[in-house]
């Protein structure tokens, strides 16, 4: 059983607050572990939410403001000291590459984990592996701000009983998936798609701290899961503007316009208390709105949009 979802390890913006820690965000995606945005305490977070430094296999920052990296020189140190075997692949914008030495090496510690760096400075496919792709797309922040967005190929399950009935087994079975069609001994080519349906991929987008922009746009596209930031409410829509934010209304706007299947809002200033009235704001626009607490676990399962509002969490 495969097993995807996200945690939340803080959903705070700028400053942490009593009920928030600075941002933070893992995804379990089978057996991979993709840790976003580490912001301060980020490491205390994990071990509350049940990650542990072994479990994490890349890390993603979209941009270099504290909140959004502030956590890495703990996690890093973790991994040795944790002695991580595996590498760690960390990608982060190329213009922040001075900022990423200095947290790389904060303090004194032993360096035995490897981990493998990626500036990004074009937009397009970063990683990929055998299970997903992962993009990057630039954002429109204060400073340079990339967005990551991840997608699982399209699959085909066969279907055992019409395999039978058609005599195909073993081998046969394995070239039908390798080449998508199979040529009987009596010269009928079968497909693929005659004996199975198609099954749609799963896929994530990560969008932090940003205006509205095409960058976004893309990273949103059709994805299951949007997790984007909702800094401000409408209300104060000119302090978004100044500062590179969004509003709850701007984030649902994006998600409708995008065809996002579930919006999950996060990255709230400190200024609000409460986050239902981000929901409410985000709901009047997006049938299907979540607004992150620290610990929550979402499924990244393909959402269903009958699932209807608050449908995701877990
Ligand atoms: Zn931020």
């Keep these: 059983m495969s097993d995807r979802r996200l945690i939340a390890l ?37 071990t509350h939410f049940g990650v542990a430094a072994a479990d994490i296999t890349a890390i993603f920052l979209t941009h270099l403001h504290g909140d959004h990296c502030l956590g890495l020189p703990g996690v890093i140190q973790r991994l040795s000291l944790d002695g991580v075997t595996h590498p760690v692949d960390l990608y982060y914008p190329a213009s922040g590459a001075e900022y990423v030495q200095r947290l790389r090496r904060a303090s004194i510690f032993t360096e035995t984990a490897t ?19 992962i993009e990057a797309h630039p954002l429109d922040h204060t400073v340079e701000s990339w ?24 081998p046969a079975v394995g070239w039908l998936k390798r080449q998508g069609f199979f040529d009987l001994p009596d010269g009928r080519r ?52 100044r500062y590179g934010h969004m509003t709850a209304r701007q984030a649902a706007r994006l998600a409708r316009e995008a065809g996002a299947r579930r919006l999950a809002l996060t990255h709230f200033s400190r200024r609000y208390q409460q ?40």
């Design 10 to 46: 803080g959903t705070s913006s700028q400053v942490p607050t009593r009920e928030r820690n600075h941002n933070g965000y893992f995804v379990r995606w089978d057996d991979a572990g993709l840790l976003f945005d580490p912001g301060e305490g980020t490491q205390r977070q994990m």
């Design 190 to 241: 079968i497909l693929a798609s005659e004996v199975g349906h198609p099954k749609r991929g799963g896929s994530f987008a990560f969008v932090m701290d940003s205006r509205p922009c095409a960058g976004a746009l893309r990273l949103a596209e059709q994805v299951d899961t949007l997790l984007c930031e909702a800094t401000f409410l409408e209300s104060e829509a000119a302090e978004a503007e």
């Design 147 to 170: 967005g990551y967005r991840l997608v699982e190929p399209d699959a085909l399950t066969l279907l055992p009983d019409k395999l039978a009935a058609l005599g195909l087994r073993g």
């Design 115 to 133: 981990i493998r760096e990626h500036p990004i400075a074009t937009p397009g496919v970063i990683r990929e592996t055998a299970r997903f792709r």
């Design 275 to 314: 986050a239902q009235p981000f929901v409410e704001e985000a709901s009047a626009i997006h049938p299907n709105v979540i607004a992150l607490t620290d610990g929550a676990t979402v499924s990244l399962r393909a959402a269903r949009p009958e699932q209807g509002r608050g449908g995701g969490l877990t």
